[in-house]
């Protein structure tokens, strides 16, 4: 994009500073021609993997060294089940009693060798953890005790779907592990601050934003406020009834439904629709048939059929619109599964029509 230096104020600058000049005003050009889009949430709906999900649909492959770490991730991730649900065990003297004499032996091991030195973030000693410690991880996942812990999983840090890596332990920890992408999308690491990628999609430039979702990364969210076009906001259904990580004594949709309200709110974004992804579905489902929602104390008003996939997602749609006050704005909601490449790719095919809308709106100053 050229621009022509005309006016007599550029004629009297040295030629250096004009080219800055023109440098600064195509870069500025080049800016404003890009579509900014933030993925916004609490911790653990889903936001990275639907970061990922950009990735298989618009960008390239995992490189070798890349897939290398998602290996080591993926064992660390077992590891992080496996300590979560022992944790859980060990204060639970009723599920503690189901484990038999062998698996006691590789459960005590675990304990010393794994639990008591534990660090969630340093996914090589996890990774090393992994393979040194094979039979006795193989021994608990098939006891009742483990299967029992992970049936009470709500009242662990265990992540929702990780009992499909540990599942496929056997496979994970050979020698020759490849990485599928369906293990790629299960693979969590915490995001911390903010990340962002380009991506070319249908001759629009996306620039898409992944944050970390705790309450001590918020406020590194502001950085990248200015001038979007787009928000995604991503909530966990399955949720309503675990509490937060970072504050046990908090449910986790009475976060995301106060967070989402904020983002309604914030001065940024009041000119821009927001994009509600209600996500894992698939967790839902399962969840929903032995949960009710009426039995949490902040979801006490659900009035609708008791473990109906349907009535559990009508109603909280509804909480979550009721935060739109403004008429002339419009909460567009999808009910999502971010690890399944089919429906992210569905759905993102008519979100990227609504963004492409918006962003010819918002060019012409609508
Ligand atoms: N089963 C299932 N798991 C999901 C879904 N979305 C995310 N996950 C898993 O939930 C965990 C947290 O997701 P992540 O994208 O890291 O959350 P973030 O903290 O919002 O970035 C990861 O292990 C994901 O694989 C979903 O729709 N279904
Ligand atoms: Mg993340």
Redesign the pocket.
Known sequence: MGVCSSSPDDLNVKPSTQKQKRDAKEAKASEDAKIKMLLL?C???????IFKQMRILHGKPQTAAELLRLRDIIRSNCVMLMVALANFIEATAEVEGLLLADERKAFNKVLEEVVSNFNDENVDANAEHCMNHIPQFQTLWKSAAFKEAWSRRAETDA????DALMDSFDDITSADYAVPSNHL????V??EGVVSHSYDIDGAIFEIF?VG?QRYFRKTWFDCFEDVTAIIF?ASLSEFDQMLAEDKSKNRMTEALDLFSSVLDNAYFTKIDLLLFL?????FATKIRTSNIADQKDFSDFEGKPNDFDSGVGYFIDKFVAFNEDPERQVFVHI????DTGNISFVWESCKEIILEANIQASFGL
């Open positions: 949430g911790g653990e709906s889903g936001k990275s993997t992540i929702d779907g990780h999308l299960l693979s969590r915490r995001t992944d979702g991503v996500n894992k579905k698939d967790l999502t599964c971010a690890t």
